[in-house]
């Protein structure tokens, strides 16, 4: 990886929105978008305190990234356990609407790389969701190491539900997490036909 590669913001392009890694600016709307009932109610756990939010942020999430990436960029490097979050920016308004990451799940068999996704309130409805699903899904099948993607939704997450089956994953049952039951998706590499 050259300087200029290491100064140049890494971005995958898609229909009406830009996924591009965590950048410090956009911090506060991630926060705040973290604490909509709509997100919050599908996605436990990500409400943290502001404080909590900004020290995984700036000391963990973006550095991380960082690492994803300069591993993605040798050739033939595995990305192993490490994360990748990338923050949805609506093309038209350059606003931060949402986030789409990949990671292990450790709640689910191996292998257990998921992607997760959220859009806010008022920006869904609008396919921006599966774009970015997809357009993530894509980067990781073409670029890395990554056979099997998993993705879980609650069962009463309809909106999610359609989603992940709009992107071609396919049931592979249910799983019980903390008490709840979810619907268990995955995707295969070798059985992708790219974005629909």
Known sequence: MTANEEIMEFKIECEDILLVE???EDFDHFHALTW?????RYLPGWNVSKDQRKD?????EI????QFLKMVAAE????????????????????FIGWCTTGIKEELP?????????????????????????????????????????AITLI???????VIQKCGFEKAGNIEIDNELFHHYQLNKSSWRGPQ
């Open 56 to 60: 995984w942020f700036f000391n963990y």
């Open 63 to 66: 550095q991380e990234n960082k």
């Open 36 to 40: 909509q009932p709509e997100i919050y």
């Open 110 to 150: 191996s292998p257990n790389r998921e992607i997760v996704y959220a859009v806010s309130k008022h920006h869904t409805g609008k396919g921006y969701a599966v774009q970015a699903a997809q357009g993530l899904i894509t980067y990781l099948f073409q670029h890395t190491d990554v056979e099997i993607l998993n």
């Open 76 to 95: 033939g490097a595995s990305i192993g356990e490490l994360r990748l979050r990338l923050g949805i920016i609506l093309k038209e308004t350059g606003e």
């Open 22 to 24: 965590f950048r410090p």
């Open 156 to 162: 009463d997450n309809f909106a999610s539900n359609r």
